[in-house]
């Protein structure tokens, strides 16, 4: 049977009158153990019978055609079994949710890095050596490599926006500011790197890859090397890390299945390190001109909030860098929009928050720039500034929470800022507001009551180190009255019913909705079995309750499986208010009177992001992306040659994530909320909230400590230096 | 990674002589053997000297300290001869890489290590030290890591140990062994070369020559400091680092031995910068006059000009602390 629900309406939160007590509690992940004594099994470390290594070899021109390449001789070369070029090859990895092939062939050379061959030998070194030795030769064509001065710019309409009378809005503004924010391209950097296996039985395709979307990349594979759908299995039980680089199928899936038909032999492939920094998707530089106007009380009136953004050619993806503008604050007059330039670099994609990671790190400086010229306290301003209706749509809110976070955060944080001095060091204050828009999406599950008294879940959901294991035990739990350790959870293969997937912090609130719809179906089956209605049917560590009923949960069963398919779709809902996720941060930090150097000393952020389904993952969510923030803040840059376009600082040494020295304790607190908009849950998303904005309350302390504002970022010492006092 | 042939040594006889030919010794193998698998570089045959007997910190009898090739950067950070009389060397080591390398890194090794110029970590890009006569991609490039003193038009890399720094401010000794079996002693600040026209060719050692030992000088006065700037807060390479040693006795600079690291091919001591610091008294204007001299060829490229005002003020800071001196508001 199947339970099928669209969210056309608000869901009573049913899951605040279930009993097992399971659900939002800080619990830990049950696959931790697994992941912890490598008995969890990434795609890289699959050992197939025949097993033979791939190595992808990339373009070094930056745009042209392949001519030729010395394939005969590299053939020769030891325990080398094939060199694979196929116009069947990505050219970049698929955008999220794309559901077909992304842009193919190697023959067009469009970056400096695009995959062009695989070399396939019996070892590894066999292959890397030879792949090495594989000289291609071009036809060069002259190459667009800086967005800045790029001559194809698209100006997206879907990105543009212009309501009232901006330009007045600042010319009457009693306060206004007008300023420019960079970003730099930021890389994902997953700790797993891009791998698959790839086997095949007859006309069958079996990959075992590092995956977020499965049924999206099911398709997206097939539809890449011409076969049927139903041909293709993806298996990805656990990935380690994904951030958007793992969204869509990329090219060393297809090239692996290519090479494996050939040969007729398991073939592996692994991006080295390298590879992973050019040929999978990557958060675009951004230009970001902000205007704010506002009146004598920082009341706002007017916003602009427009941006550059880079991609190949193309490619539909562009960050949405002005997101969570159009909703987080109110003024009349506004204009947004978007130019993308179109240049020779690796593709971008959607990267952890796409749009409010980097927005939010202009929008919440500006606004921080505003408070200093209106001399209001920056909470003060923003508070002000919460719209009652969405300002473009005319649609209410669901729940919103963001003053709540601003005032509760600053309580626990002790907010005071007020530059002081520890000896070399600056010392100051600074906050920001968190804001991701909610989503949601179709998902699918199976929730099986098994004879014995124990669930099985099943979904090809994901989990890519958020927690997802850990939270559809918890519901189905919370559901069927029983311990998490009674409820098996199965994830990550294609052959089972297809969630959302990992992408937009849609997953937990999808795919937890379909468990969620499978357990009331299993209830509804439950109920009547014990004689009760639906409603009021208690269950409660195995034991079945309702009416003037009672029974073991096993008697109910009588020794048999019950079965339930629950599917979720999203509905009206998601048009009737304006959904997403706030919070506020706040941070200190000392700067280095000497060099200019930045450490934060300690941070904060409080969330409300509807129902926490674990308190545990969900905390390790928002301080991951906290984290980040600080890398957005202060050290995260991937650099591009200007030449040639080449990732240039394409590994772990030189590009600089936040390292353990760089984090200092950082506390996340969650209000208390439920979402009745969203899904029957009444949950949102979590993962990319703990990033929107995090970043913003670092350089807005910079300017607390020493009164320079850094509008290019990360903050690198060089920044800083250029205004300290000599 | 090329095929390779692969010698184990016994002692420093059988290394030095299976390294004739142009091997390659590998003790910690922490930048070699990334190096290799890029194919950056490709010996023909390995001589691994790590069951060599160079492990060893002795005391000399001038009451200096002789410290074996193979002592890790781990252990001799923490080395409580180290840490008493050379906690500048204790200090600059922590500052370097992570804990995990710093087991495996050994002094000899951590001496010759290879740029982090990212030109010559990418076989796509041309870089004359990789391979020689095809140009440096980081002129014009990305340099933000480079050189602002030393470097020639045919390489801007920088050398990039903190240990090296450390030892060269100490004036630390470089003890090697020829193919041949003879025994040498160098000056450390002798050991690396500036690139100029030949920026493959790093240190003077002949082919086959082996570290065996650093030696230090017996505990020198004054206060020693390591300064690292650096764009995180670890595991990340000096943009500019400063080991010094600095005396200052009845009012006037009696010692100023100040080595600096991310500046330079090598690491960087210039004598004309302590010439114009020892026998003065302290103040703002004399250290502004050091840098001026420090600085007096420096040249930026672009990303890395920073690395000018940059050095100047942690040379100052360090003076300042020498001294005892506060910072001007």
């Not at chain 1, 005969?72 to 999220?96: H, I, K, T, Y």
Request: hydrophobic letters at 40%; one cysteine or more.
């Amino acid at each position: 049977m199947t339970t099928q629900f669209k969210m056309d309406a608000p869901q009573r939160p049913l899951l605040d009158r279930t009993e097992q007590g399971v659900i939002h509690r800080p619990l830990d992940r049950p696959e931790g153990p697994l992941k912890v004594s490598g008995r969890a099994h990434y795609a890289a470390e699959r050992q197939l019978p025949g097993q033979v290594e791939g190595v992808l070899v990339r373009a070094t021109i930056a745009r042209g055609r392949l001519a030729g390449m010395n394939a005969e001789e590299v053939r020769a070369m030891p325990g080398v079994l094939g060199v694979f070029s196929d116009e069947r090859f990505l050219r970049n990895p698929a955008q999220g949710g794309a559901g077909e092939a992304p842009v193919q062939g190697v023959r067009e050379i469009f970056y400096h890095g695009q995959p062009i061959a695989l070399v396939v030998a019996e070892t590894l070194e066999q292959a890397r050596h030879a792949a090495a030795n594989l000289r291609p030769s071009y036809e060069e064509a002259e190459a667009q490599v800086d967005p800045a001065t790029a001559s194809d710019v698209d100006r997206p309409d879907k990105r543009r926006l212009d309501q009232g009378d901006l330009d007045r809005a600042m010319a009457e503004a009693r306060a206004s500011v007008d300023v420019t924010y960079t970003t730099p391209p930021h890389h994902s950097a997953a700790m797993e790197l891009h791998a698959s296996v790839a086997s095949w039985e007859g006309e069958r395709l079996t990959l075992h890859g590092s995956y977020q979307m499965l049924k999206y990349n099911k398709a997206e594979l097939a539809d890449s090397l011409g076969i049927p759908e139903e041909n293709v299995r993806v298996l990805s039980p656990f990935v380690g890390g994904g951030f958007g680089s793992k969204l869509g199928i990329s090219p060393e899936a297809v090239a692996a299945a290519i090479a494996a038909r050939d040969l007729g032999r398991p073939v592996r492939v692994v991006m080295t390190r390298q590879q992973v920094f050019s040929m999978v998707t990557h958060r675009t530089s951004t230009r970001q001109r902000i205007r704010l106007a506002a009146d004598e009380e920082g009341r706002l009136t007017g916003i602009g909030h427009e941006d550059r953004v880079y991609n190949l050619p193309d490619e539909v993806f562009s960050e949405p860098t002005t997101q969570s503008t159009h909703f987080l604050y109110a003024g009349a007059n506004r204009r947004l929009g978007q130019e993308v330039a179109r240049v020779n670099r690796a593709c971008t994609g959607s990267v952890r928050a796409p749009g409010e990671a980097v927005g939010m790190l202009a929008l919440e400086g500006a606004m921080d720039e505003l408070a200093r010229v209106l001399h209001m306290d920056p909470i003060d301003l923003r508070r002000r500034n919460i719209p009652d209706r969405h300002p473009e749509q005319d649609i209410p809110y669901s729940a919103r929470r963001l003053a709540d976070c601003m005032d509760q955060g600053a309580r626990a944080f002790g907010w005071s800022p007020g530059s002081r001095r520890e000896g070399e060091w600056l010392v100051g204050q600074g906050m920001a507001a968190a804001a991701r828009i909610n989503m949601v999406a179709p998902s699918e599950a199976r929730v099986t009551l098994r004879g014995d008294g124990t669930a099985l879940v099943e979904t090809d959901m994901t989990d890519i180190g958020t927690g997802t294991y850990a939270i559809l035990g918890q519901i189905a739990g919370e559901m069927l009255g029983l311990p998490v350790a009674s409820v098996d959870v199965r994830l990550g293969d294609t052959d089972l019913p297809p969630a959302a997937g990992s992408g937009g912090s849609h997953g937990a609130s999808s795919a937890g909705s379909s468990v969620f719809l499978a357990c009331q179906g299993l209830r509804a089956t439950l109920a009547e079995r014990l004689g009760c209605e639906a409603e009021d049917l208690t269950l409660k560590d195995g034991v079945a309750t309702g009416g003037n009923f009672r029974a073991d949960l096993v008697d109910l069963l009588s020794g048999g499986d019950l079965s339930e398919e629950g599917k979720f779709e999203p509905g009206e809902t998601a048009d009737d208010a304006s959904q997403a996720g706030y919070g506020a941060f706040f941070a200190e930090v000392a700067v280095n009177r000497i060099t200019g150097e930045t450490r934060v000393l300690r941070m904060l952020g409080t969330f409300a992001a509807g129902r926490i389904l674990n308190e545990k993952t969900a905390r390790s969510q928002c301080q991951g992306g906290m984290i980040w923030g600080i890398g957005a803040a202060l050290t995260e840059e991937l650099s591009f040659d200007p030449r040639d376009g080449h990732a240039v600082n394409d590994d772990l040494a030189e590009y600089h994530l936040p390292v353990n020295a760089d984090c200092p304790p950082i506390e996340v607190h969650f209000l208390d909320e439920r979402d009745e908009m969203s899904c029957p849950i009444q949950t949102k998303g979590v993962g990319e909230l703990g990033i929107s904005g995090a970043g913003a309350a670092v350089l807005n302390a910079i300017f607390d400590a020493t009164g320079i504002r850094v509008r290019d970022y990360p903050a690198t010492l060089d920044k800083v230096l250029a205004g300290l006092p000599d | 990674m090329r095929p390779f042939d692969y010698v184990r040594a016994e002692d420093t006889g059988s290394a030095t002589e299976a390294a004739r030919g142009g091997a390659t010794f590998i003790a910690g193998g922490t930048n070699l053997l990334d190096l290799m698998k890029l194919e950056v570089m490709a010996p023909d045959r390995l001589v691994d000297i790590t069951r060599l007997d160079l492990g060893a910190i002795e005391r000399t009898e001038v009451g200096g300290l002789r410290i074996g090739a193979l002592v890790t950067n781990a252990d001799l950070a923490a080395h409580g001869t180290v840490r008493r009389n050379y906690p500048v060397l204790s200090r600059a080591l922590l500052a370097g890489a992570s804990g995990q390398l710093r087991n495996k890194a050994t002094t000899g090794g951590n001496l010759l290590q290879r740029t982090r110029c990212h030109y010559f970590y990418d076989t796509s890009q041309s870089c004359n030290k990789r391979e020689p006569g095809s140009g440096c991609a980081a002129l014009g490039g990305i340099n933000r890591i480079h050189a602002i003193l030393g470097a020639s038009e045919h390489c801007i890399a920088t050398h990039p140990s903190d240990m090296a720094v450390a030892l060269l401010a100490l004036d630390a000794e470089v003890e090697t062994e020829t193919a041949d079996g003879a025994r040498r002693m160098r000056p450390l600040a002798d050991l690396h070369r500036l690139p100029g026209d030949a920026p493959d060719r790093e240190t003077v050692l002949a082919d086959g020559e082996l570290i065996t030992a650093v030696v230090l000088p017996s505990a020198p006065r004054g206060h020693q400091a390591y300064r690292k700037a650096r764009d995180r807060a670890s595991y990340a390479f000096a943009l500019v680092s400063l080991a010094s040693v600095v005396a200052v006795e009845n009012g006037r600079i009696a010692r100023a031995s100040l080595a600096f690291g991310g500046l330079a091919p090598k690491p960087w001591r210039d004598p004309e910068v302590e010439a114009t610091l020892i026998g003065e008294v302290p103040s703002e204007e004399l250290f502004d006059r050091a840098a001026d001299v420090l600085l007096r060829e420096a040249k930026g490229h672009g990303h890395n000009d920073f690395k000018i005002p940059l050095t100047r003020r942690v040379l100052k800071a360090a003076l300042r602390e020498a001294a005892g001196m506060e910072k001007p508001a």
